[in-house]
T-cell receptor, first 116, second 113 residues
Framework: DTEVTQTPKHLVMGMTNKKSLKCEQHMGHRAMYWYKQKAKKPPELMFV???????INESVPSRFSPECPNSSLLNLHLHALQPEDSALYLCASRPRQGITANYGYTFGSGTRLTVV | AQSVTQPDIHITVSEGASLELRCNYS??????LFWYVQSPGQGLQLLLK??????LVQGIKGFEAEFKRSQSSFNLRKPSVHWSDAAEYFC???????????FGTGTRLTIIP
């Protein structure tokens, strides 16, 4: 298995809803990432998990709450989002050690989030 | 801080013609450099990467890139483009330890028959 799987592919939520995005990989990668991509813009880093511990938070608002329950799974919990949070949310993973740490990141196909 | 510049927002190329997409980076040490491709509404696919060694890097789908330290560049090339190459192309740089991947603004490639 050489993929990063993200679910759901599309999500529409109201500003008072609570929802979660899920990311899963079975490549043994120990670094996992959340990126946010607005239309016609490059991806922007949100969070980095290394060995299931949060190592980088790029000053993301608290309405986004990441969670890494095990080495294969990464969640992004969403609460009280704003319409400007509508974007493509991308998950990525990377080997954390050894020569394979020099491999490129593997990205999922993303969750298209619309906040209404 | 690391940064990437892709000076061309949009490039149009005829099918079968050659292609070069420009990328310039700013980073204090030896960078880790990547090219990714993104089709509309899709995730990112890695085309190729450079960490060290041979400065001419071969990737998937017939792409190659050349690292030129003196010019702080990592341009992507393909000798003959196909209609299926139409997509958004992102150059990216990573810091030492490969913890943080920073993307350029992207170049949209259009292929005309």
């Amino acid at each position: 298995d050489t993929e990063v799987t993200q679910t759901p592919k599309h999500l529409v939520m109201g500003m008072t809803n609570k929802k979660s995005l899920k990311c899963e990989q079975h490549m043994g990668h120990r670094a996992m990432y959340w990126y946010k991509q607005k239309a016609k813009k490059p991806p922007e880093l949100m969070f980095v998990y290394s060995y299931e511990k949060l190592s980088i938070n790029e000053s993301v608002p608290s309405r986004f709450s990441p969670e890494c329950p095990n080495s294969s799974l990464l969640n992004l919990h969403l609460h009280a989002l704003q319409p400007e949070d509508s974007a493509l949310y991308l998950c990525a993973s990377r080997p954390r050690q050894g020569i394979t740490a020099n491999y490129g990141y593997t990205f999922g196909s993303g969750t298209r989030l619309t906040v209404v | 801080a690391q940064s990437v510049t892709q000076p061309d927002i949009h490039i149009t190329v005829s099918e079968g013609a050659s292609l070069e997409l420009r990328c310039n980076y700013s980073y204090g040490a030896t960078p880790y450099l990547f090219w990714y491709v993104q089709s509309p509404g899709q995730g990112l696919q890695l085309l190729l990467k450079y960490f060290s060694g041979d400065t001419l890097v071969q990737g998937i789908k017939g792409f190659e890139a050349e690292f030129k330290r003196s010019q702080s560049s990592f341009n992507l090339r393909k000798p003959s483009v196909h209609w299926s190459d139409a997509a958004e192309y992102f150059c990216a740089v990573s810091n030492f330890g490969n913890e943080k991947l920073t993307f350029g603004t992207g170049t949209r490639l259009t292929i005309i028959p």
